[in-house]
């Protein structure tokens, strides 16, 4: 089993940046692959980024050059992989959610963002 938690939520303004951050509770390197998704508030949740154990990334085309997905594969390194968000706009409001691929899917409970115009 693992648990995710997100944090790094909150409050910004368009145009700013916020780093969010999925804890997992097992050693992340043989975790094949790590993604965020955002849930806009009453819509579904969609794929924003996608890293794998290889360190390759994918990006929803909305958030390419703006948006990096990070995670340290060193067995010593924290459990955690990150979503740095540059130049954030107001339709990148919603719930940003950890999802890990390891056996089955696994997902954190969200980390909240708002982007204010």
């Known amino acids: 089993q693992v648990q995710l938690v997100e944090s790094g939520g909150g409050f910004v303004q368009a145009g700013g940046s916020l780093r969010l951050s999925c804890d997992a509770s097992r050693n992340i390197f043989s975790i094949n692959r790590m993604a965020w998704y955002r849930q806009p508030p009453g819509k579904q949740r969609e794929l924003v980024a996608v890293?794998?154990?290889?360190?390759?990334?994918?990006?929803?085309d909305t958030v390419k050059g703006r948006f990096t997905i990070s995670r340290d594969n060193a067995k010593s390194a924290k459990n955690t992989v990150y979503h740095q968000m540059n130049s954030v706009k107001p339709e990148e409001t919603g719930d940003y959610h950890c999802?890990?691929?390891?056996?089955?899917?696994?997902w954190g409970q969200g980390t909240q963002v708002i982007v204010s115009s």
């Open positions: 999802d890990v691929y390891f056996q089955q899917d696994y």
């Open positions: 890293i794998l154990s290889d360190l390759s990334t994918t990006y929803a």
